[in-house]
């Protein structure tokens, strides 16, 4: 009984210790991918000019990494959970770097879209779902504040990559900055390396003599998946277990209310960081000056992820979490819809730091909403449908943007389109919340209306 009660105890989330060097391995991960996926916006008139194409074809190398890193994301999921997350994280480090390097020496878009979109958006995919899974895995308790740091890694990286990334175009062309990219992104290797897993350590703290010391080891972890079964089950992630393979969870109901509301999410987040540098450049504003507002639009992504990950960590607060992401998501639409009435440098500042907040508060959230519905077991394979969702989205939004920008001349219906899909993916989780609400309400009064008749009746 001692050995169980041990090895179950420490299976659950140590709550730190390690946990902070896997903290530290996802935000520099976050760098490297998230943060670079931003930046290569600042590549977009370089790529325009170089090649002569329009806003829409340009804008597809854009779709392709973003894309293509959600569409793989669940790739990157299956071989965590087959290989492990070190592996996978590694081999990810290594497909992007190649990626970004071998784009270097384009002569042509079409080879953009497959180096620098579907290369390195592959590379991007096995490393993010892993080190982001885990950090989950480690944390229970103070896992949305853990998110928060971890995830501030988008903010840091897109607050420090804009204006280096701008200062090595003009110093080194865009192929240079492509060229030194690509080594930095190799960084990933070493993000990969701190993903140690979780392992129970009955195995290692207790040695069983004897001959029969093999058939006592296994029944130590037969009780110990009973005790993590009854501990998932009693926090509401019982359906993982109780259903069929891995992916038990996409018949949890909570679980596909919450993708509609990714899907129209990711609708809506693609075009405004890729076209905020352009239509900042297209108002007047310097060059310097634009990369500046991608700066702030990181900074304040910062804030973002710790504030609202310390918030919502307050217990409290923990049962207003998918609160706290519809209103992040809500506040992202309302800035979309009114940038275009923004024409100056001085109003885009307050947009981006207004912007880059929401943003850096929703994707903290992201895998906290869907860990509390899933549990943290199947939190690896959710993320990746999860992730896989976004991957139409962030593949034909920004070409569509750019069309809408080649055939009305201005931005204000790409901005307007961005901000009502936020709008809607808001509205979704909130008529869902009052119609359960509701049927909650009318079933009790229901139950208490059938408990008068029958006290009527027999009395």
């Not at 390396?193 to 703290?205: I, N, T």
């Amino acid at each position: 009984m001692t050995k169980q009660k041990k090895t179950s105890a420490v299976s659950t989330p140590p709550e730190g210790g390690w946990g902070w060097m896997i903290v530290t391995g996802c935000f520099l991960a976050t760098i490297c991918i998230r943060a670079v996926t931003r930046c290569i916006s600042m590549f977009f008139v370089e790529f325009q000019m170089q090649f002569e194409k329009d806003y829409s074809s340009t804008a597809w190398i854009h779709s392709l990494v973003d894309s293509t890193t959600m569409l793989c994301a669940p790739l990157g999921g299956f071989l965590g959970n087959r290989l492990s997350c070190r592996a996978t994280v590694i081999i990810g480090g290594l497909l992007s770097a190649a990626g970004l390097v071998l784009s270097s020496y384009a002569t042509s878009l079409e080879y953009l879209y497959i180096f620098l979109g579907i290369l390195t958006g592959l590379g991007f995919a096995l490393s993010y779902t892993p080190t982001v899974a885990m950090v989950g895995k480690y944390f229970s308790e103070r896992k949305t504040l853990a998110y928060g740091i971890a995830l501030s890694g988008s903010g840091t990286g897109t607050f420090i990559l804009a204006p280096v990334i701008q200062l090595l175009i003009e110093h080194y062309s865009w192929r240079g900055a492509l060229l030194i990219l690509g080594g930095f992104v190799s960084n990933l290797c070493v993000c990969g390396a701190l993903m140690r897993p979780l392992e129970p350590k009955g195995d290692r703290d207790e040695q069983v003599p004897g001959d029969c010391g093999q058939l006592e080891r296994k029944q130590l972890e037969i009780n110990n998946l009973k005790d993590t079964q009854a501990l998932l089950i009693a926090n509401g992630a019982g359906h993982c277990l109780n259903s069929r393979g891995e992916f038990g969870f996409l018949l949890i109901p909570d679980f596909l209310i919450l993708l509609v509301s990714f899907l129209f999410l990711a609708f809506g987040c693609g075009a405004p960081v890729v076209y905020l540098v352009p239509y900042a450049l297209s108002v007047g504003v310097k060059h310097q000056n634009a990369a500046f507002l991608m700066s702030m639009f990181g900074i304040s992504g910062i804030v973002g992820n710790v504030t609202f990950g310390w918030i919502t960590d307050r217990k409290c607060l923990k049962r207003y979490r998918m609160l706290s992401y519809m209103v992040a998501i809500s506040m992202e639409g309302l800035c979309c819809m009114l940038m275009p009435l923004l024409q100056s440098f001085s109003l885009l500042v307050p947009f981006s730091i207004l912007y880059g907040y929401f943003d850096g508060a929703y994707v903290a959230l992201i895998p906290v909403v869907t860990s509390d519905i899933v549990g943290s077991s199947c939190l690896t394979s959710a993320l990746g449908v999860v992730y896989f969702l976004h991957a139409i989205p962030y593949l034909v939004t920004p070409p569509i943007g750019g069309w809408l920008v080649d055939r009305t001349g201005n931005y204000a219906a790409t901005f307007f389109l961005s901000g009502a899909s936020f709008m809607f993916s808001s509205v979704v989780l909130a008529a869902t919340t009052l119609v359960r609400q509701c049927w909650r309400s009318n079933s009790l009064m229901l139950v208490r209306g059938f408990l008068k008749i029958i006290v009527v009746v027999l009395f």
